[in-house]
């Protein structure tokens, strides 16, 4: 079993930037792929971004261009560098790792006032 421990998060403006921090602990060696989803109130938890162990990396549509994933595999950590934040960039942002199973972070709230 792999525990993950998020931080960042917040309020922010419109346009504005905000950096997202997991780190994986326990069971994190059989760690294959690290990334984070996102889950608006009233709408169904969406992958954000995902950096699998090959270096491959997903990201959503619309995050392209303005959000970057990073990844630690040494120190077991995954990062969300957010910028040019919108307002439907607002949700609990949960970091996941995906090894024998896949485990998910308590989530971190980002909220961007428009």
């Known amino acids: 079993q792999v525990q993950l421990v998020e931080s960042g998060g917040g309020l922010v403006q419109a346009g504005g930037s905000l950096r997202l921090s997991c780190a994986a602990s326990?069971?994190?060696?059989?760690?294959?792929?690290m990334g984070w989803y996102r889950q608006a109130p009233g709408k169904q938890r969406e992958l954000v971004a995902l950096?699998?162990?090959?270096?491959?990396?997903t990201y959503a549509d619309s995050v392209k261009g303005r959000f970057t994933i990073s990844r630690d595999n040494a120190k077991n950590t995954v990062s969300l560098q957010m910028n040019s934040l919108k307002f439907e960039d607002t949700a609990v942002y949960y970091c996941?790792?995906?090894?024998?199973?896949?485990?998910w972070g308590q989530g971190t709230q980002v909220i961007v006032s428009s």
């Open positions: 326990g069971s994190a060696f059989s760690i294959s792929a």
């Open positions: 950096f699998a162990r090959s270096g491959s990396i």
């Open positions: 996941y790792a995906l090894s024998t199973r896949g485990d």
